[in-house]
């Protein structure tokens, strides 16, 4: 065994927050800044509780604070005993009232809302509020032309992709989260990327007041979309943006780009780039009024993998049925005749599988199916439940009714058609397609000349060949898939712990709990039940956590659910679904996703790039995790999972970091068992797990058990 292997060495790992603490003392922000609160009165707050829609009081209300007050603020709809906005003035000066109509303004008149000074000492009771004012603060005191515009209240843009002089444009949202834990208030940058769109702001009228209009403004060396004032919409003789999101298409920017030679500035373009812009300027900011501001690290150390390989050469003869909706284009016996010459691989080894095509009516129920299809689920519903491509035109999806005709059937589709929804306006457009046969490059003559191969044959042969690829890998997808769902139903000739990796590991003591259903074990026998069920629960009484003290363990970590509220236990019952438990007899180990993100190393990068434009920044020193692997915090027990190998030229998401918590007891001997469960790389191809694998085996369950949508 490798030295490195033995010790390894703990990674220090930077991450998208800051830990801060609130100052001693107030005296250099009050030498500055008054802090002043405009309340709600009861009545007021009646109005926005139970009166105004919701979704439109918000923006009209701050909106109408932006044009009769030009000052950085947060409103805290939180506040007790009403909603508050706060606000901070120069010293010296004193809050004006302001006025909003709280009903239909052509019926009612605008009421005053009138504001009291707070001490930086009452407001520090409430340190999420004043941290947001601050950081409303630190983007608003720069300059005296930055003070012409405000960013939001507590989330703002950054441009990442597009010209600034186009019609379109790709935005950060940086959206802060604060938690606190005694005297540390933890402030978590979260961003998320956004379409803007150009508009005519002489079309905008009277929705200005309910909108968020934008300009371009460039501060410290990054071009941040500023929001104007909804009275100077109309009138505005720059460029105005307004979010406009693609429908069905999410937006996205990476989370890490490498840059390259032809695009060396690249990296500039991703989000965590961003991120460490954000966090060293909020530093700079902070710490010159008193405040304690240390960037977030995690020292985490790497652990170790093994091969897991599936036994796919176990399954028996695969039948195939075509599905599709053109048959025309490409003949079924193609794709099979390709699968039954194709070699498969478990671990070292490579075997071929036998498939055979078969009409649905003739399905035998004794052996695995393939179902082939050319209409992925997008092509019938995209967001919100809204017609695809293909419903609008009129099609059904054979999806659901094949999977209503065989119910107790082992199957796992094949999309073969390659194309993508979005980019086609014509279903039948959409249908066409051919299998991906690559051509063969032009063979040289007798005479040793190579013919000349034309731009659009070599361009025809690259696509097929790289159609041929996406294809191999969705088959083998396809296949792990297959087997795991023949393994759970009862159907393979061995038993689940040879089948399936890593479970031998695990004793009867051992369940994994999400979404409702119970994943145990019964002398090394896999075993699922509905917690929702009473059988269900019984279970967990008898071998496990009853439920009612799982949920309460649950709550009780959470100040959320802590208002005592009917609804905190229906928002409980709904969020607990979600959650993911591991249960090791009265142990119970609860896997939460939290919104802390690992960072490349910025500085080290911007060091080698300073030197360098040119030069690669991919190694572990600067891309930290990136550079692959699972990286585990022991005293902390927190878990980032990376790739099996180092990041390529850019990462369109960032590694979350996974918080173990135990509800009972301190010491586990059941964490490395627990954490070898993520090291499996045929839940996601070739790439390790975020979760125990046994989770996946509960999401294929349902599969199995509740085949149609």
Known sequence: MAKNQQNPQPLVVPTNQLHITLPNDYSKLLQAYSIWRYRLSPSQEHYRKFQANSSMFYPSFTNAYKNQIDRPFYFYTHDKPQASLYTLLPIGHTAKPWQYPFGNPNQVPAEDITAELVSPDELALQPPVLIKLMMALCFYEHSERERERRVCQSKFYLRVKGSATGKRLVAVEVKPQVDSEGDLHTLTVKVEANT????????????????????????????????????????????????????????????????????PDKYRESRSYQVRHVQERLHDFLTTYGFGVDFGEESMLRLRSRATPLPLNLLPTIQVVDNRLNRADAPAAQYVEWLNDRRFESGKTAFALSFE????????????LLVLTDAGKDAFVVQNWQPGLLATAGYADPYQQLYAQLPDVVKQTLNVNLNEVTKFAVAEDYLRHDFPAPLPKPAATETDEAPIET???????????????????????????????????????????????????????????????????????????????????????????????????????????????????????????????????????????????????????????????????????AIGVYAGGIWYQPEARRYIVGSTQSSNAAEARGHHLYQIHQYNGSESAALPTLLSLLTVTFVRRNQYTVWPYPFDLIRLYREVGEPVA
């Open 357 to 368: 095509l078969v009409e649905a009516g003739q399905v035998n129920p004794e052996q695995p």
């Open 455 to 621: 731009d659009e044959a070599r361009k025809q042969r690259t696509t097929a060949t790289k159609h041929l690829k996406t294809l191999n890998i969705k088959a083998d997808v396809c296949l792990t898939e297959l087997w795991l769902k023949w393994v759970l139903a009862g159907k393979a000739p061995v038993s689940p712990a040879v089948s399936l990796p890593l479970l031998n590991t695990l004793s009867d003591d051992w369940a994994f709990l999400t979404d409702g259903i119970l994943l145990y074990f019964n002398d090394g026998e896999l075993a699922f039940a509905d917690v929702e069920e009473p059988a269900g629960k019984r279970i967990l009484k008898e071998r496990f956590m009853p439920w009612q003290d799982l949920k309460q363990h649950f709550m009780a970590r959470q100040p959320k659910y802590a208002h005592n509220k009917p609804s905190d236990e229906e928002k409980a019952d709904k969020d607990i679904r979600q959650a993911h438990f591991v249960l090791v007899g009265r142990e119970v180990f609860e896997l939460e996703r939290t919104e802390t993100i690992a960072m490349p190393n910025w500085p080290v990068i911007r060091a080698i790039k300073a030197q360098n434009p040119e030069a690669s920044a991919k190694r572990q020193e």
């Open 196 to 263: 803007f769109a150009k508009i005519d702001p002489t079309k905008v009228g009277t929705y200005a007041s309910l909108g968020t209009y934008y300009e371009l403004f460039a501060s410290l060396g990054h071009t941040y979309l500023r929001q104007l004032r909804p009275s100077q919409v109309a009138t505005f003789k720059g460029d105005v943006y307004k979010q406009a999101p693609t429908n069905g298409k999410r937006t996205t920017a990476d989370w890490h780009h490498n840059g390259n030679k032809r695009e």
